[in-house]
């Protein structure tokens, strides 16, 4: 348990929060991710000579339909948690590594994060009504990590095709296909909520996508 304790210690961000009050600094790491799940496999397609399709094919017709391997990869992971934000010091401390951040605001009701389906329709990943603006001179009471980011998902996927050429010469002729549903997978939203005493026009915005966009790409290796 110390081994865990101690590795989440050093890969979180090395600013406080709250200097006053250290309590209120407990919270999630930044890192955190509270599902995560992958899975890959592969399939030798039933193409060819002595298979359960085109057994009877012979020839040049075996060799282009036989030898074909399809493997795919899913990757599906909720967001990493993060922390609004104002966009000055409101507290009066004087430490200007770590902005303040805000108030829950008691009047809100709704969803706080709205989620990408939402960020698609009203342009905000969460809804800045649900901050307030501390009076000068006080701490917000939002803690660390309280909003959780973007899930991802990703499917790669490969078709490869061994091509014997002499008895310890082969080549191997593969299409590789990477985010191939084309998934828009987001960045963190923007983070600052108030800009003075009015909220920010960007809280919430996202302006970046994760990497990478469709691409599909093919490779020819020698194996000897």
């Known amino acids: 348990a110390s081994g865990l304790l101690?590795?989440?210690?050093?890969?979180e961000a090395g600013s406080i929060l709250h200097l006053v009050d250290l309590r209120r600094n407990k919270g999630v790491s930044s890192y955190n991710q509270k599902h995560q799940f992958s899975t890959n496999f592969l399939y030798e397609l039933p193409f060819g000579k002595g298979r359960a399709f085109g057994s009877g094919a012979s020839g040049w017709v075996?060799?282009?339909i036989s030898d074909w391997q399809w493997n795919g990869v899913l990757s599906v992971r909720s967001g990493y948690p993060f922390l609004p934000l104002l966009g000055a010091g409101r507290s009066g401390?004087?430490?200007t590594r770590q902005p303040d951040v805000p108030n829950w605001n008691p009047?809100?009701?709704g969803n706080v994060v709205l989620g990408t389906a939402e960020f698609k329709k009203t342009g905000h990943f969460f809804d800045p009504n649900?901050?307030?603006?501390?009076?000068?001179?006080?701490?917000?009471?939002?803690?660390?990590?309280?909003?959780t980011g973007p899930a991802y998902v990703g499917v790669n996927t490969s078709f490869q095709k061994l091509i014997p050429l002499k008895e310890r010469l082969n080549m191997k002729f593969r299409v590789e296909g990477f985010n191939i549903l084309n998934h828009a997978?987001?960045?963190f939203p923007q983070i600052i909520v108030f800009q003075g005493s009015s909220f920010a026009g960007s809280a919430g915005v996202i302006n970046e996508t994760l990497p990478p966009e469709r691409q599909i790409q093919f490779a020819l290796r020698l194996e000897f």
């Not at 101690?6 to 890969?11: I, K, L, R, T, V």
């Not at 649900?130 to 909003?147: E, M």
């Open 130 to 147: 649900a901050f307030s603006l501390p009076l000068a001179g006080t701490f917000g009471n939002v803690g660390r990590g309280a909003l």
């Open 62 to 64: 075996d060799k282009l």
């Open 6 to 11: 101690s590795g989440g210690h050093q890969n």
């Open 185 to 187: 997978n987001f960045r």
């Open 93 to 95: 401390n004087g430490e």
């Open 107 to 109: 009047n809100f009701k």
